[in-house]
């Protein structure tokens, strides 16, 4: 049973649109991710948070923009969508170093 | 930073055959290897992990084998079925870097009946 949950899990919007994909875990987990995956099927990091207020940039640069007000909340938002946005989102999160991550189902986005 | 390699970025295999992928890293300080299974329109899902104080760690049709000194791990699937066909990625830890992992480029598994 899936304790991360990622909402919606299809999303097609017009270009310009401000849009939010949220990622909620209900295991306490301090650390939480942001990957975005290609067609190709490689996983890029594109921001992560070690616990509430602390968020960092990933290793892919990303328009995009994520808040951690909650430790069980790590929302992602695009103030202004673009087709190159076009992707599937996944969001993960871990019970600390060494430790395995729990992904969510991911978002994909499709901006037309 | 860590550098993962993954091989082969496609296998097919019978039913019934065994499956075998592997990973290379780079950082010799990493001490700890997941890997992960994608099924079509879902996120990846931990299958096996292994620590760097073991060498092998087996969970029914599926195992683990780290050879610390070449810097390799890998995936072993004996008695392949249809439902494992999927995606598998090998990761290893950044270190350094908290507790972000460095994913491989990912393998296609297809189990043919």
């Known amino acids: 049973e899936a304790d991360i949950y990622q909402t919606p899990r299809y999303l097609v919007i017009g270009t310009g649109k401000k849009i939010t994909l949220e990622c909620s875990q209900t295991?306490?987990?301090?650390?939480m991710y942001w990957y975005q995956q290609d067609p190709g099927m490689e996983l890029h990091l594109i921001h992560y948070?070690?616990?509430?207020?602390?968020?960092e940039k990933g290793d892919l640069s990303s328009e995009s923009t994520v808040s951690r007000i909650r430790t069980e909340h790590f929302p992602l938002t695009l103030e202004s969508a673009r087709p190159s946005h076009t992707s599937q989102y996944l969001c993960?999160?871990?019970?600390?170093?060494?430790?395995?991550?729990?992904f969510g189902s991911g978002t994909r986005l499709t901006v037309v | 930073g860590e550098n993962v390699e993954q091989h082969p970025s496609t296998l097919s295999v019978q039913e019934g055959d065994s499956a075998v992928i592997k990973c290379t890293y780079s950082d010799s300080a990493s001490n700890y290897f997941p890997w992960y299974k994608q099924e079509l329109g879902k996120g990846p899902q931990l299958i096996i992990d292994i620590r760097s104080n073991v060498g092998e760690k087996k969970d029914q049709r599926i195992a683990v084998t780290l050879n610390k000194t070449a810097k390799h791990f890998s995936l072993h699937i004996t008695e392949t079925q249809p439902e494992d066909s999927a995606v598998y990625f090998c990761a290893a830890p950044l270190t350094g870097g908290g507790n972000k992992l460095t994913f491989g480029t990912g393998t296609q598994l297809k189990v043919e009946l």
């Open positions: 948070s070690y616990g509430v207020n602390s968020t």
């Open positions: 993960a999160s871990s019970a600390g170093f060494n430790y395995g991550y729990t």
């Open positions: 295991m306490g987990h301090d650390k």
